[in-house]
């Protein structure tokens, strides 16, 4: 019998003991890998899971020893891919090579039959009638069946056309009446007309209507005569006025349900004392007691520089050392700059009417804290100039509006108007938009220039007021300059020997703006023909190879390196 004090020996430990220690359970193969490639698993290869064999007695269990992999900055340096790459970060995507913008161009469903027809015009329902100073008859209509230009979206009309298949056969148009007259869509709601649309009241109070030309650059003149106003003659118990009007000039970021001089986006002139108003802030401008009255005629004159320098304006490349000089001097390079308009646009159908919807300007911070100022540490307290660091601040040299009342010059209300050109005005983004029909879908790239930007006559009136706009070329009161002009579609006859009776080319006089809106219809159509081109030397016809390439929604293309917009611009203009 052993002793109990003895030493015992030690237990002998068998292998039996570790071997029933709980082990991890090896999955079958492939049902443990991902079913779509991942970050850690690009290749969507299945990864083979080893159990590694108990431990012999005496050893030490550890972490499996890891080979040292190549760092990403060695493996790219020897240019490696592969496995052992497929774990490092995505490398970058590939920048697209530049190119010039072009429109973004969407799938739509064929045209219908009844979108080749010839567009109409709003549905005119009388509504009241009035007899002005002279004793004439003016019948107002309410007009219906057309959309507005608000929310954001800007319409104009399109027909479908079979020589635009790459466009999928939609293009500008015109309904009747034809001609400079007030835009019916681009008027508040409340608002009458005529059917020329050139005489405009309403019931209601202030609201404005802009007119269907856009004055980008040169000098144009129109004229508005009071038709219902402050009374000129008034009678032992007739009231003081028939209601109040506003004349000016707006750009399209500035509101319809306000009056023409509300915010930083018009400029406009008041009948009451005939002051001169801008951000809501009248100041003097007419003789004191000096109104404007019913009959009264009162002229506008407008002068922009040329696209050229607006441009460099607004790029922050003007120097009023270098480029006043060019401007006088018209192109002293030979060098001719084509706006490069990009209208981004879907066709619409509302009612019995086809339009093109895009997405319109919107206000800027800039100029909303220059209406209203704060004493925050943002407020910048640099007055507006050509050099201004905020685009939407900055001014055009040698811009004005002139005043005539009964063919009387009245003086230079203002000076310096604000820019333009994007990215002075800036479009509403996707998010802004929102949705409305199709053009919710329409990401605004808001610093585009669609061609719509500019400096339109308007008119506000309010509660009976009333005007009659008159765009030329026969004015009641033409400016000085302007009645030295040829009639239009004459010829100048010019005595032999005697030059001197002959105008010069270039030479800068006033413009009647019914001229604009012959202008604006050969851009429409010289665009059109630009975009249609475009998109067919692309293969982008609607049997094209590329066609099922574009997304339904709608996909930015651009054209090819080296040029595209421009060339086809010149080429059409020489044709």
Same mark, same amino acid.
């Given at each position: ?62 972490? #499996? ?76 209509? #309410? ?53 020329? $649309? ?39 118990? @007739? ?23 509300? @915010? ?25 007691? #000096? ?45 001719? #700059? ?40 943002? =407020? ?56 409305? %029909? ?15 930007? %500019? ?14 706009? =008159? ?17 239009? $579609? ?43 081109? %475009?998109?067919?030397?692309? $293969? ?36």
């Amino acid at each position: 019998m052993a002793d109990p004090s003895s030493p015992q020996p030690p237990r002998e430990t068998t292998p039996s003991l570790i071997s029933s220690i709980p082990q991890k359970r090896a999955l079958p193969d492939d049902t443990h890998s991902p079913a779509v490639p991942s970050p850690l698993n690009p290749d969507g290869k299945s990864q083979k899971v080893q159990i590694q064999p108990p431990a012999e007695e005496g050893t030490t269990m550890g972490r #499996e020893k890891r080979t040292k992999k190549e760092s990403l900055k060695k493996r790219e340096s020897k240019g490696a891919t592969g496995g052992d790459s497929s774990r490092a970060s995505p490398a970058p995507k590939p920048k697209e090579q530049p190119g010039e913008m072009a429109p973004l161009r969407y799938k739509l469903a064929p045209p219908k039959i009844t979108d080749f027809d010839l567009p109409r015009g709003p549905v005119f329902t009388s509504h009241h009638e009035v007899q002005d100073s002279e004793g004439r008859s003016i019948e107002f209509y #309410e007009t219906s069946d057309h959309v507005y230009n608000k929310k954001n979206f800007h319409y104009t009309h399109c027909i479908a056309d079979p020589t635009f298949p790459s466009m999928f056969y939609y293009r500008n148009t015109e309904p009747e009446p034809y001609g400079a007259h007030l835009n019916f869509e681009d008027a508040a709601s409340h608002m009458y007309f005529d059917q020329q $649309g050139t005489h405009v009241t309403s019931d209601k109070g202030f609201r404005m209507a802009r007119a269907n030309v856009a004055v980008r650059e040169g000098r144009w003149y129109w004229e508005c005569k009071v038709t219902r106003g402050i009374l000129k003659n008034k009678n032992e118990g @007739d009231p003081e006025s028939h209601g109040h009007i506003r004349l000016g000039f707006a750009r399209r970021e500035a509101s319809l349900d306000a009056p023409v001089g509300f @915010d930083a986006y018009s400029y406009g002139i008041r009948d009451k004392s005939g002051q001169k108003i801008h951000m809501s802030r009248p100041k003097d401008f007419f003789p004191e007691g #000096e109104d404007i009255k019913e009959g009264d005629v009162i002229g506008l004159e407008i002068q922009l520089p040329s696209e050229r320098l607006h441009r460099k304006v607004v790029q922050g490349h003007y120097n009023p050392a270098v480029d006043l000089i060019a401007e006088d001097e018209g192109h002293p390079d030979g060098i001719i #700059e084509y706006p490069n308009i990009i209208r981004d646009r879907i066709p619409i159908r509302f009612k019995a009417h086809i339009y093109f919807e895009k997405i319109d300007y919107h206000t800027t911070k800039e100029l909303e804290e220059l209406m209203n100022p704060s004493s925050g540490p943002n =407020n910048s307290s640099e007055p507006p100039n050509p050099n201004h660091t905020s685009p939407a601040l900055r001014t055009l040299p040698n811009s004005y509006i002139k005043v005539y009342k009964n063919g009387k010059f009245m003086g230079t209300p203002f000076t310096d108007l604000l820019a333009f050109l994007p990215p002075a005005s800036r479009m509403v983004n996707n998010q802004q938009a929102g949705g409305s %029909g199709g053009a919710g879908v329409l990401g605004g790239r808001d610093v585009l220039d669609d061609g719509s930007v %500019g400096y339109y006559p308007a008119v506000s009136v309010f509660r009976g007021g009333a005007v009659e706009c =008159n765009f030329g070329p026969n004015f009641w009161y033409p400016p000085p300059e302007f009645s030295q002009q040829q009639p239009q $579609g004459e010829d100048v006859i010019v005595a032999e020997g005697d030059a001197s009776q002959k105008p010069e080319a270039g030479e800068n006089q006033p413009r009647a703006l019914a001229d604009r809106y012959d202008e604006q219809i050969v851009e429409d159509i010289l665009y059109d023909i630009v975009d249609e081109v %475009g998109f067919w030397s692309l $293969g982008l016809g609607r049997g094209g190879s590329k066609d099922e390439k574009l997304a339904e929604g709608g996909t930015g293309l651009a054209m090819p390196p080296g040029g595209g917009r421009e060339e086809i611009k010149e080429l059409v203009q020489d044709d």
